[in-house]
T-cell receptor, first 109, second 116 residues
Framework: DAKTTQPNSMESNEEEPVHLPCNHS???????IHWYRQLPSQGPEYVIH???SNVNNRMASLAIAEDRKSSTLILHRATLRDAAVYYC??????????FGPGTSLSVIP | DAGVIQSPRHEVTEMGQEVTLRCKPI?????LFWYRQTMMRGLELLIY????????DSGMPEDRFSAKMPNASFSTLKIQPSEPRDSAVYFC??????????????FGPGTRLTVT
C-alpha cells in the first residue's frame, strides 16, 4: 500500500482555520484520499474523501494538489471538540483502510 | 440506527483465560472489520469479512486469535489463551457498498481488554 506522511502534532487556536497537511508522493492513479479522525476514547470516524477535485462537506474541506502528491484537510473554524488524531489514508485496495500514526491536533481556547 | 455495537466495553481477565469480543454491525452493511489499537503499534487491521466470509486475515497476530461471522448481524473475535501483550482496545467497524466504491467505515466504541 502507498504511504502517507503527516506531522506528528499540530496546534490551533479556537475559532481559527486549521490546515492539516498530508504527503503521498507514491500515490497511484486509482488511489482515493481518505481522512478519518479519532476523538479521545472513541473509535475513528470518517471525515471526508476525494480523488482529484477539492471536496467539501459539513465537517471539513479537502484540498488536493494538482499532481495529487499531497493534500490538505481544512477545518474552517476549529472548536475544542475538534481536538483529535487525524488520519490521512490512501485507499489502495477495494476494501482495506490502513491507518498510519496520524496528526494529533490540539485546540487552544 | 444504533450504530456498530460492541460488547463488552471493558474486559479484565487473567493470562491464560479465553476472551470473546462481540460485534453487531450496522444493519445492511456487508463488510465487517476488526482492528486492534495500542500505543506502541497504533491501529492495526486484524481481519475483515464480506458477506460473512473472511476475506483477509493477514493481520491476525497468531493462532491464538480467531474470528467468526456466523450471520450478517453478529461477529466474534476470540483469544485463547490470552496473554498480557493482548491488552489493547479492539474496534469493530462496518461498511456498505451501497454508497459506491469508496464508502466510509463506521466504527464501534471499542472493547478495552486488559490481561493481567
Amino acid at each position: 500500500d502507498a504511504k502517507t506522511t503527516q506531522p506528528n502534532s499540530m496546534e490551533s487556536n479556537e475559532e481559527e482555520p486549521v490546515h492539516l497537511p498530508c504527503n503521498h508522493s507514491t500515490i497511484s492513479g486509482t488511489d482515493y484520499i481518505h481522512w478519518y479522525r479519532q476523538l479521545p476514547s472513541q473509535g475513528p470516524e470518517y471525515v471526508i474523501h476525494g480523488l482529484t477535485s477539492n471536496v467539501n462537506n459539513r465537517m471539513a474541506s479537502l484540498a488536493i494538489a494538482e499532481d495529487r502528491k499531497s493534500s490538505t484537510l481544512i477545518l474552517h473554524r476549529a472548536t475544542l471538540r475538534d481536538a483529535a488524531v487525524y488520519y490521512c489514508i490512501l485507499k489502495t485496495s477495494y476494501d482495506k483502510v490502513i491507518f498510519g500514526p496520524g496528526t494529533s491536533l490540539s485546540v487552544i481556547p | 440506527d444504533a450504530g456498530v455495537i460492541q460488547s463488552p466495553r471493558h474486559e479484565v481477565t487473567e493470562m491464560g483465560q479465553e476472551v470473546t469480543l462481540r460485534c453487531k454491525p450496522i444493519s445492511g452493511h456487508d463488510y465487517l472489520f476488526w482492528y486492534r489499537q495500542t500505543m506502541m503499534r497504533g491501529l492495526e487491521l486484524l481481519i475483515y469479512f464480506n458477506n460473512n466470509v473472511p476475506i483477509d486475515d493477514s493481520g491476525m497476530p497468531e493462532d491464538r486469535f480467531s474470528a467468526k461471522m456466523p450471520n450478517a448481524s453478529f461477529s466474534t473475535l476470540k483469544i485463547q489463551p490470552s496473554e498480557p501483550r493482548d491488552s489493547a482496545v479492539y474496534f469493530c467497524a462496518s461498511s456498505s457498498r451501497d454508497r459506491g466504491r469508496n464508502y466510509e467505515q463506521y466504527f464501534g466504541p471499542g472493547t478495552r481488554l486488559t490481561v493481567t
